[in-house]
Each structure stands twice: as C-alpha cells, then as structure tokens.
C-alpha cells in the first residue's frame, strides 16, 4: 500500500477553513484515497473517500488533483468539536488499512 | 445498538495473564478488523476475518496473540501471558463487504489494555 505523509499538527481557529494536505508519490492506478478521523477515547470515523477531482459531503470536501499524488481534505468553518486527529490512507481494498500517525488539529475559540 | 460494541472497555491485566477482548460487529457485515492502537500513534492493523475465515493475520505481534470468529459474527481477540509491551488500546471494526468505492469500515470505542 502507498506510503502517506501528512503534517503532524495544525492549529485553527472556530470559524476558520482547514485545508490538510497529504501526500502519497506512489498512489497506485486502483487505490482509493480515504480520510478518518478520530476523537479521543473513540475509535477512527469514516469523513470521505475519493479517487480523483473533487467530493464533496456533509462534513468535508476531498481535493485530489490530476496526478493523484496528495490529496487535500477540506473542513469548512470549524468548530471546537472538530478537535481530533486526521488520518489519510490510500488503498483500494479495505482489509488492511494503513494508518500513519495523523495530524492532530486543535482548534482554539 | 447499531455500532461496534467491544467489551471490556478498560482492562487492566498483571503481566502473565491470558486476556479475551470481544467485538460484536455490526449485524451483517462480512468483514471484521482487529487493530492495536499505541498511545499517540496510529491504529496498526493486526488481522482481519471475511466472516468466519481469518484471511490476514500477518500483523500479529506473536504467537501469543489468538483471535478467531467461529460464527462469522462475534470475534474474541485472545492475548496469552500478557507482557508490558502489549498495554494499547485494541480497536474492532466491521464492514459490509470488502473493496471498492464506498466501503467503510465501522470502529468500536476500543478495548484499552494495561499490563502491570
């Protein structure tokens, strides 16, 4: 499975747009590109998933472009309550899901 | 109860115990995950069960870890002799089907394990 990098920390503030860049050189045709997140004490939650362009749900939208290479989650005007670390995996299958360390962001009021 | 529900949600085991962690999934989901978290890292996968046969088991840390789902439902992740290494929380989740655009794997709230 690709290798992602993310950043391991970002900071905000209530209201804000958060824009998280991950980036993964060796994306493979058929992998899939995935976003949890996680709050503490609970186990990861699904945010999206995408494959290329733009997706968009209630939550956040996915930023992939053309080459597939990073991916860019975006959360529009945050909440304290977005508090929590993002994690992205590539993959196509989800038997193995590849998490790396995640980027925890704070959001202050 | 419509999520992952994983018992005990705190465990604290004297090193050399046997320990049983148990995940219901979600009713109908054919794939079931086990992951070990480590404090302020990511889930690491562990294995992984499509419904009661164990096809990846590779990131089991050792032969003291058992996990199994005879019914293709309820799993039981066992950890013999507990060692202090083994303290993390152990995450369950489920998913309807295995592949593809749209499948997402549903987490419980975790199986936190001490070893003293």
């Known amino acids: 499975l690709a290798k992602t990098t993310q950043p391991i920390s970002m900071d905000s503030y209530e209201g804000q747009e958060v824009n998280i860049t991950c980036s993964h050189n060796?994306?493979?045709?058929?992998?899939?590109i995935t976003w949890y997140q996680q709050f503490p004490s609970q186990g990861p939650r699904f945010i999206i998933q995408g494959y290329k362009t733009k997706v968009t749900n209630e939550v956040a939208s996915l930023f992939i472009p053309a080459d597939r290479k990073s991916s860019t989650l975006s959360l529009p005007r945050v909440s304290l309550s977005d508090t929590a670390v993002y994690y992205c995996?590539?993959?196509?299958?989800?038997?193995?899901?590849?998490f790396g360390t995640g980027t925890r962001l704070q959001v202050f009021p | 109860g419509a999520g992952v529900s994983q018992s005990p949600r705190y465990k604290v085991a004297k090193r050399g115990q046997d320990v049983a962690l148990r995940c219901d999934p979600i009713s109908g989901h054919v794939s079931l995950f086990w992951y070990q978290q480590a404090l302020g890292q990511g889930p690491e996968f562990l294995t992984y069960f499509q419904n009661e046969a164990q096809l990846d088991k590779s990131g089991l840390p050792s032969d003291r870890f058992f996990a199994e789902r005879p019914e293709g439902s309820v799993s039981t992740l066992k950890i013999q002799r507990t060692q202090q290494e083994d303290s993390a929380v152990y995450l369950c989740?489920?998913?309807?089907?295995?592949?593809?655009?749209?499948?997402?794997?549903?987490f419980g709230q975790g199986t936190r394990l001490t070893v003293v």
């Open positions: 995996l590539v993959g196509y299958n989800t038997d193995k899901l590849i």
């Open positions: 060796n994306i493979a045709t058929n992998d899939y």
């Open positions: 989740a489920s998913s309807l089907n295995l592949g593809g655009v749209g499948t997402e794997a549903f």
